[in-house]
């Protein structure tokens, strides 16, 4: 399956299909120096693949986790590919999950002022979110891609098989992900979350997702407004978030738990119940004062209140700017007492 996004310049393929990754040499020009981003923790068998595909390959290994989507790693690829002798005409490849794709892709933008860069998404999260839309970034200071570039890619490959060897509370934290449109953009994939087997239904899920956030990122490429949608769950998620050294959660879990205040009374229990289908948490023991305090440094926080995303009925979301109380409200039904 191809789906297309449709750019006014620089649109591209999202070419989903299993065992695809045998044939990214057919679709993607390797005919060229190749730069291959994996991290530690992505099974080699994957880069390697890609590899055997490449004219002139050279594979880089960084460290896996959030932590490698520094300055300090986007200088060392960046000094890799000049000591490899890389041209304007050459291209990088990302084989890994969001952390990956966010540093290649800003090192792909910012090579010779661009260089070709394809993405080939190996984790849930990436595959059905952040592979699509051209965000790049590092993070900086303990700010989260605070430094970085819309840059699209050349072509996203999308291979469910890779998802095999993925562990699966990373699994379910791509899942929050998907759901969160879902409750947004898609109430017939909302159905799926709450009446259907998610896992028997992954290809559904992620072209489901693929197509939502395809539309989001066609009408509106530079998050001027539609594509804020896609943050429904995040302001109190990224809260939750710049906690997580005491939490330890992943982003779509932090996700997870921002969703659940900014549903209606009436949709928060189902909401709720197809969260705990996924394993994805639905309480956490935090302060509600801790999480209005990060929430107030969040860039979504205005002088007349905060922006915010709610939800009343699957598939229609609602844009406003809510008060603290309000939110404060809200933020009871996922703390733990
Ligand atoms: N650019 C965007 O639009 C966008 C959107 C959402 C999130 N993000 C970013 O994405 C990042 C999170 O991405 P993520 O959840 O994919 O995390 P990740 O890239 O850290 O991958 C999660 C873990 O899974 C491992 N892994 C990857 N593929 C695997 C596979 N097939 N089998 C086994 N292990 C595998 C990785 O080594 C890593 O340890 C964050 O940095 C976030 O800021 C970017």
């Known amino acids: 399956m191809v789906i297309h996004v449709a750019l006014n310049q620089n649109g591209y393929d999202i070419c989903f299909s299993h ?7 057919e679709i993607l020009d ?3 120096k190749v730069f291959i981003v994996t991290d530690t923790g992505v099974p080699p068998v994957y880069a390697d693949t890609l590899l055997k595909q490449c004219a002139q390959g050279h594979v880089y290994t960084i460290p896996q986790g959030e932590r490698s989507k520094s300055i300090f790693q986007f200088e060392a690829l960046l000094s890799k590919m000049l000591e490899l002798g890389f041209t304007r005409k050459d291209c990088v490849v990302a084989v890994g999950g969001g952390v990956v794709g966010d540093l290649a892709g800003f090192t792909a933008a910012s090579y010779m002022r661009g260089v070709d860069f394809y993405n080939v998404p190996t984790t849930v999260l990436s595959q059905v979110d952040s592979s699509i839309g051209g965000k790049t970034a590092v993070n900086l200071n303990g700010i ?10 050349k072509a996203v490959l999308i291979d469910p098989d890779v998802l095999k060897t993925l562990p699966v509370r990373h699994i379910s934290n791509g899942l929050a992900e998907a759901l969160k449109m879902s409750l947004t953009s898609d109430g017939a994939l909302f159905d799926l979350f709450e009446h259907g087997d998610v896992y028997e239904n992954m290809d559904t899920v992620i072209t489901r997702s693929i197509e939502i956030k395809k539309s989001v990122v066609e009408q509106d490429e530079k998050e001027q407004g539609l594509r804020k949608i896609l943050n429904f769950g995040h302001t109190i998620g990224h809260a939750i978030e710049s906690e997580e050294d005491l939490h330890g959660l992943y982003h779509g879990e932090c996700v997870a738990l ?3 205040p900014m549903c209606g009374t009436q949709l928060r229990p189902r909401v709720k119940k197809a969260l705990e289908k996924l394993s994805l948490p639905t309480e956490i023991e935090m302060d509600e004062a801790v999480i209005m305090q990060a929430m107030k440094h969040d860039k979504k926080s205005e002088s007349s209140g905060i922006a915010v995303t709610t939800v009343n009925t ?3 979301y609602v844009s406003s700017i809510m008060q603290p109380e309000e939110l404060m409200d809200r933020l009871q039904c ?4």
């Open 334 to 337: 996922i703390i733990k007492r």
């Open 144 to 153: 989260k891609n605070i430094v970085g570039a819309f840059y699209q890619p």
């Open 19 to 25: 065992g695809i990754l045998f044939r990214a040499g």
């Open 314 to 316: 699957p598939g229609a």
């Open 258 to 260: 921002g969703m659940l």
């Open 30 to 32: 390797l005919n060229r």
